[in-house]
């Protein structure tokens, strides 16, 4: 210290110059914070064979018209109820001798497409309706509410079968029939998962800063309405499907000779008692496509919930 003294009267500009050198920095490990899994990794191993199950079976659909396959629509009499493995057909032939494979592929398309269009249209429209219905005030949700449970008090597929009689057969009108039965558990379900999200502390937030209802429903609510919804609808899509095979087999879905699964088992119905392997192949891919999508939509649950992809 005196010598810096000393150095400093006789020349303060070089004073800092022969002051002792700074004490070495520390070099401090980097610290790396954990990245969060994304939805991918954190969807547990059932829900990714699922996914692949839906996936493949999309696949094929879409490739139908590409495929070297017969015509599903028309058939050869003297190949009629042949059996499974039967040479050049390999799931057997129905009563008019149509191919029962081409018939199955072709007949994913639609029954695919009554499945996931309806939940998409009620997805939309119920969301829409429980989120503006769980921020309005007591006397619209009461109202809304109200409504929603006349439909409860008819079994969804009644009130699709007689939605459907009404509007008469076809694809368009069975997709319409099943959005309609479908909005009222949606809405329901966003209605209650938005009035749990109202009561959350960054919602006082949101409105003190004052930001309108829209943007908060957009902003705030949605964003934590929407996986348990998604979680739901992915296991309605499943539901869909069997409801519209279901209509498809009493005569008031597809329009024959079209292909889809549930006209296909009704076709074969009376070939139980002789060939009843046959009519197991459609509803064996009913079964197996919507217990895939209810596992799915049981993996997204165990994704999106975070403490248990943590722990797990």
Excluded at 131 to 147: K, Q
Excluded at 268 to 292: G, N
Aim: glycine letters at 10%; one cysteine or more.
């Amino acid at each position: 210290m005196n010598s810096i003294r000393a150095s400093l009267e006789r020349n303060p500009s070089t004073a800092m110059d022969e002051a002792p050198a700074s004490t070495p920095a520390v070099d401090m490990p980097s610290v790396t914070w954990p990245r969060r899994r994304g939805l991918w990794h954190r969807l547990p191993i059932s829900g990714k064979l699922a996914l692949g199950v839906i996936l493949l079976i999309a696949l094929v659909a879409i490739l139908a018209p590409v495929l070297a396959l017969p015509d599903p629509n028309v058939g050869v009499a003297a190949h009629r109820l042949r059996g499974i493995g039967s040479p050049g057909h390999l799931l057997g032939t129905d009563g008019q001798g149509r191919d029962l494979l081409s018939r199955m592929i072709w007949g994913a398309r639609p029954s695919l497409l009554t499945g996931l269009i309806p939940v998409l249209i009620s997805t939309t429209l119920g969301t829409s309706i429980g989120i503006t219905t769980g921020m309005a005030g007591r006397r619209l949700n009461a109202v809304v509410m109200r409504v929603l449970d006349v439909f409860y008090a008819f079994p969804a597929i009644l009130l699709a079968i007689a939605v459907a009689t009404v509007l008469g057969s076809g694809v368009s009108n069975a997709i319409l029939a099943l959005s309609i039965i479908l909005i009222p558990p949606i809405a329901r379900l966003a209605e209650a998962e938005t009035r749990r999200v109202r009561t959350l502390d960054f919602m006082e937030a949101a409105e003190a800063s004052g930001a309108g209802p829209l943007a908060i429903a957009r902003r705030q609510v949605l964003p934590n309405v929407g996986p348990p919804i998604l979680v739901y609808c992915t296991a309605l899509i499943g539901l869909s499907i069997v409801y519209a095979a279901g209509l498809s087999f009493l005569g008031i879905g597809l329009r024959p000779p079209k292909a889809e699964w549930g006209l296909m088992i009704s076709d074969l119905t009376q070939f139980m008692f002789t060939k009843p392997e046959l009519a197991i192949v459609p509803a064996a891919a009913i079964l197996v496509v919507s217990v895939a999508f209810s596992v799915l939509g049981d993996g997204l649950r165990d994704a999106f919930d975070v403490k248990l992809g943590a722990h797990q």
